[in-house]
């Protein structure tokens, strides 16, 4: 394929971009591969808004550098990230600091090669802070390019060819942030706005665009029960550190598949916590024990790393305990 036949899509971009790109978001007001990285990774699983409000700044503030970042205990980069899930992003991010003392390579060849960074967000930030004219493929860049091509199903390997065949690179920069932002904005999963686009004019699914990519069938994701056994002496709970792949780093109280309630446990209420693969449906109880590792204090508990579910059980302690 020849990009030439796109000069008119190159051009609708610039002039949407113009108009209506995110301009004012931070990542795209700065020259700190740091702060690049950042916000793609971050905002690999996680919505925009969400990113802004309450984690981007907030993680800057703690880690003005990424050589802070290099020379922090992973405990305080994973306490940093709590709430944003996803936490092998963080323990990646970790690893890349020490791996590259703080100093990013400056090409997606070299990018690639480290911890948690993949094709499309080494082409990312390789465009974005050193100027590098690449293609990305994230998310809704997919959406655009089956629905562009009308592809009903493909790999990521013919992906790839789709967007060196679309992608402006003489104006790769805002041809990339366009494509993030029509995503997001236009051609989005439902209900996409295709009379506003600048790829209609050459768009292949524009008569029927949810028909692109063609939808699989979820699966119904499996239900987890467990009990969390809350361990206490004194005035201190007893927590672990995970070492599973999931959580790994973590701090948690201690969960049982198969609990049996015995008299003298206290039960201190139940909760559902969403992950992306199945659903922890727990009940949480309070028993005194003294032969657990390690005990703090719920003020020292809220300095630590916890997940989402370790979070709603210590609340439903601090509920208790009141």
């Not at 740091?34 to 971050?42: R, T």
């Not at 899930?85 to 323990?91: H, I, K, P, Q, V």
């Not at 690639?112 to 390789?126: D, N, R």
Request: aromatic letters at 12%; proline letters at 3%; charged letters at 25%.
């Amino acid at each position: 394929m020849k990009t030439g036949k796109y000069n008119i899509i190159h051009q609708n971009i610039l002039t949407w971009y113009a108009e209506h790109g995110r301009v004012t978001l931070p990542w795209r007001n700065t020259n700190s591969a740091y702060e690049i990285y950042l916000s793609e990774i971050m905002l690999q699983q996680t919505q925009v808004k969400i990113v802004l409000e309450r984690f981007y700044f907030q993680f800057l503030e703690k880690f003005p550098t990424f050589k802070e970042v290099a020379t922090a205990p992973v405990d305080d980069v994973l306490k940093a990230w709590e709430g944003l899930g996803y936490y092998t992003r963080a323990r990646n991010l970790h690893k890349t600091a020490i791996d590259t003392e703080g100093n990013l390579p400056n090409t997606a060849e070299e990018l690639e090669k480290l911890s948690g960074i993949g094709k499309s967000t080494a082409h990312a930030v390789a465009c974005f802070a050193f100027d590098e004219a690449l293609p990305i493929l994230d998310a809704n860049v997919k959406r655009i390019l089956y629905r562009f091509f009308a592809v009903e199903s493909c790999n990521d390997k013919k992906l790839w060819e789709l967007a060196y065949a679309l992608y402006d690179k003489n104006n790769a920069y805002i041809y990339n942030q366009t494509m993030m932002d029509i995503g997001s904005a236009i051609c989005t999963h439902k209900n996409p706005l295709c009379n506003t686009c600048p790829f209609s004019s050459l768009c292949q699914g524009k008569e029927n665009p949810l028909s692109y990519p063609e939808k699989k069938k979820k699966k119904k994701k499996p239900i987890r029960k467990r009990t969390l056994v809350i361990y206490y002496k004194e005035d201190k709970y007893a927590l672990n550190q995970n070492s599973e792949r999931l959580l790994s780093g973590l701090w948690g109280f201690k969960q049982e598949e198969d609990f049996e309630m015995i008299t003298n446990a206290t039960s201190l209420g139940d909760f559902k916590q969403h992950y992306t693969h199945f659903t922890l449906e727990a009940s949480v109880v309070l028993l005194k024990d003294k032969e657990q590792k390690s005990y703090f204090s719920i003020e020292e508990i809220h300095d630590l790393a916890l997940s989402g579910a370790d979070r709603k059980a210590l609340a439903l302690l601090e509920s208790y305990c009141q």
